[in-house]
């Protein structure tokens, strides 16, 4: 930190109360946002810190102030947030930047037009990564990190503001990405679920009004949340949807998006290109695709082992771990064209013993009654057409259509 003297630092501290006031009572919001950008580490708001260390005196600046005291319940904290901010204090400059923003969102509620909606999106934003902040610190020192639990709270109230009628509707679908962030970080997903009701059955919400970011941001966790509850029809839509109005320069989002895409379009019988897989460094799916391909349950196994903790971390796993009956039905269709080539007349007829050989082939040992019920399986399922002659061991294939194409619609579970 640089040295500042006391007559520069009262200057910098008058000049952001100037501003922050200028902006408050001419209805600017662009300028008033960067103003509560406390983590931003913006060189004006850091000399502003370096300077509240000096000049101790910044409360009764603004208790003194005819103009600036009207505002003092919002200034006083947001200055003690920025200053504890700059000191390393983090569950300071959170609780501190807490009271300021409930005091901006009561004001914000009696403005009738939405001129400050970009501020309300800076606090809604600096609310969460502040707190995820102070939680760490708090884990550090053994203490219950228990500040984004509060981000969540104040939030759900920014929610409210918002969810009424009126210009500042647009601002909900933001909140209600801060929001899902909280909730995914606490592991409190099925809160997710209140606020998804207001946005998709309110009639004062017409989706396609919001900004593009948000909207993909909103498809992307609401994609994820059907991945969760393994409806992955409707996680294929909004996941989608989500990747088609992405920023195509933004390779990060798109990588988070595919990152839960590529399983669900997997889970249907779509599999990616490996040109894709490698422009955004997803090679967990390489072997994934190949055992798909090759009908090589080994290799899925290998694979799943291989990236398990990548995959339960984004919660995957067990849309992975079902691809096994796609892998079975890969195997008996490639035997099936075996077969054809050898003798056409013959190929519908599928020996258990001839998968039993195929699998121990592929270093899976497995014996015939073993086979007999995987097949039953695929039949029930529908990833085989076909019927069992039990008394022979053949598995005997339609002759039309013998392996039905997913088109889109997962193996019923």
């Not at 040295?3 to 952001?16: D, I, K, N, P």
């Not at 983090?90 to 923003?101: G, I, N, W």
């Not at 610190?137 to 053994?142: D, I």
């Not at 679920?193 to 970011?213: K, L, N, Y």
């Amino acid at each position: 930190m640089a040295y500042v003297s006391m007559g520069e630092a009262h200057r910098r501290v008058t000049e952001f109360l100037s501003r922050f006031s200028d902006s408050v009572f001419s209805q600017n919001g662009s300028s008033l946002k960067q103003l509560f950008s406390v983590s931003s580490n913006s060189s004006s708001l850091l000399s502003l810190a370096d300077a509240l260390n000096v000049f101790q005196d910044s409360n009764r600046l603004i208790k003194q102030s005819d103009t600036y005291s009207q505002l003092g319940e919002i200034l006083v904290p947001l200055l003690r947030s920025l200053q504890s901010y700059r000191n390393g204090n983090l569950v300071d400059a959170y609780t501190s930047f807490e009271k300021s923003a409930n005091v901006f969102l009561q004001e914000f509620r009696n403005w009738e037009s939405a001129w400050a909606m970009e501020a309300m999106y800076v606090m809604a934003y600096e609310i969460r990564v502040l707190a995820e902040r102070a939680d760490r610190e708090l884990a550090s020192v053994g203490k219950n990190p228990e500040k984004l639990k509060g981000a969540g709270s104040f939030l759900m109230k920014v929610f409210g503001a918002l969810a009424g009628k009126g210009p500042k509707r647009i601002g909900a679908l933001y909140v209600t990405c801060q929001l899902f962030k909280v909730y995914f970080k606490l592991g409190t997903v099925h809160l997710c679920r209140s606020v998804i009701r207001s946005i998709e059955t309110a009639r004062i919400f017409d989706f396609e009004e919001f900004p593009v970011r948000d909207k993909v941001t909103y498809m992307y966790y609401t994609g994820r949340l059907e991945v969760y509850n393994e409806n992955f029809v409707v996680a294929d839509q909004k996941l989608t949807y989500a990747l088609i109005h992405c920023n195509p320069r933004s390779e990060a989002n798109i990588r988070m998006i595919l990152k839960y895409l590529i399983p669900v379009k997997l889970s249907i019988g779509i599999l990616p290109t490996s040109w894709l897989l490698k422009k955004y460094s997803l090679l967990e799916y390489e072997n994934v695709v190949q055992a798909l391909k090759r009908g090589d349950l080994r290799l899925l196994r290998h694979a799943l082992q291989e990236h398990e903790d990548r995959f339960l971390r984004s919660g995957v796993y067990l849309v992975l771990e079902k691809l096994e009956l796609q892998v079975y039905q890969r195997l008996i269709k490639k035997i099936y064209i075996f077969q054809k080539q050898k003798d056409p007349s013959k190929a519908h007829q599928v020996k258990l013993e001839v998968i039993v050989k195929a699998l121990k082939w592929l270093g899976m040992d497995m014996d015939v009654d073993e086979v007999e019920c995987i097949v039953a399986i695929l039949i029930h399922k529908n990833l085989v057409k076909g019927y069992f002659a039990h008394r022979s061991k053949v598995a005997v294939l339609s002759k039309q259509d013998p392996f039905p194409k997913l088109n889109g619609k997962p193996v019923n579970s």
